[in-house]
């Protein structure tokens, strides 16, 4: 509770203007279906909403493991300006730290299971406190809300404009995430499989070049613990479950644009940012040279 609590603490008043947050008016009760949640609002902890136009964006990511959320996710922050927020970073951020939550975190993160609201709602509210501290405005969230639970308490606290739901094939899912492969030294995503499935069922082929680091970057790899084919398997059964209920949730708000992958980035950054009607210039730049 008292982690939700901070969560609007952080989000509230000017640090909600400076990042881009929205917030209720001081006579505004809280979301009837974020109080349902069981969350309590104390009314110094309400927001005041704010004109989308006088703030920058606020969209989520959806999409199974594997998908390419925080890929897409990160080249649309740095092309718009604002923070990508991956909750699953937040997680192996503090994995990676001494604190006793990191071994309590491990269990659940190893077995591909979804950490508790708590825990998730304080990480959260501290990486937005960082955030607002640093004059940020905006965010793209990637890999939260994860639960319709979480979806209705992020409703009760601020507004989402836009919520990008990219969608591939199951068994390529699987493909990628074990493919996946983190440098151990600079920390950056990279991915050895090489994606070339024919098109069956009326599904179209895919293909999907591997994302091959640098020489440097080559004896450092490391793969996540929970990137194994069981834990990988249980993780899209926890999607299938948890997260498509907050695909309902955000389609009857008609805030959903569903985007079919139609390949590697190559292929699909284009198509997003058109989709999106958004121009890449330092593509254009490149493109054009
Ligand atoms: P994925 O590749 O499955 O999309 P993420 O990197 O988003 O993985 O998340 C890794 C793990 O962190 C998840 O399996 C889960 O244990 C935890 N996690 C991340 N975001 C959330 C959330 N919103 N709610 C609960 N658990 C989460």
Redesign the pocket.
């Known amino acids: 509770m008292a982690a939700v609590q901070r969560l609007f603490r952080a989000a509230a008043s000017g640090g909600a203007a400076r990042r881009g947050m929205t917030s209720l008016a001081p006579e505004q009760a809280p979301s009837a279906a974020a109080a349902a949640a069981g969350f309590p609002f104390a009314a110094e902890e309400r927001m005041r909403r704010r004109p989308a136009a006088e703030r920058n964006v606020q969209w989520v990511f959806l999409?199974?493991?594997?998908?390419g959320?925080?890929t897409y996710a990160s080249r649309l922050s740095r092309l718009l300006g604002v923070p990508h927020i991956?909750?699953?970073?937040?997680?192996?951020d503090e994995l990676a730290s001494t604190g006793s939550l990191a071994v309590q975190?491990a269990e659940?993160?190893n077995q591909?299971?979804?950490?508790?609201?708590e825990?998730?709602f304080n990480l959260?509210s501290k990486r937005l406190k960082k955030g607002e501290d640093q004059g940020e405005s905006g965010f793209i969230l990637?890999?939260?809300?994860?639960?319709v639970k979480?979806a209705e308490i992020l409703d009760g606290v601020t507004d989402i404009d836009m919520v990008v739901n990219l969608k591939l094939r199951e068994d390529v899912l699987v493909e990628k995430?074990l493919g996946r492969r983190i440098c151990s030294q600079c920390g950056k995503n990279f991915n050895l499989a090489c994606i070339d499935v024919t098109g069956e069922n009326g599904l179209p082929p895919i293909y999907m070049a591997p994302l091959l680091p640098p020489n440097n970057c080559m004896s450092k790899l490391i793969t996540?613990a929970?990137?194994t084919e069981e834990v990988?398997r249980n993780?899209l059964q926890?999607?299938n479950d948890m997260s498509q209920p907050v695909e309902d949730f955000y389609r009857k708000q008609g805030k959903l644009l569903e985007f079919n992958l139609p390949g590697g980035i190559p292929e699909s950054w284009p198509k997003l940012l058109h989709i999106l009607n958004l121009e890449d210039q330092e593509e254009m730049k490149l493109a054009t040279a």
């Open positions: 999409g199974c493991p594997g998908v959320k925080g991956a909750t699953g970073d937040l997680v192996r975190l659940i993160v591909g299971k979804l950490v508790s609201d825990i998730i959260l990637d890999g939260f809300p994860r639960t979480q995430c996540r929970d990137d990988v993780r926890i999607y």
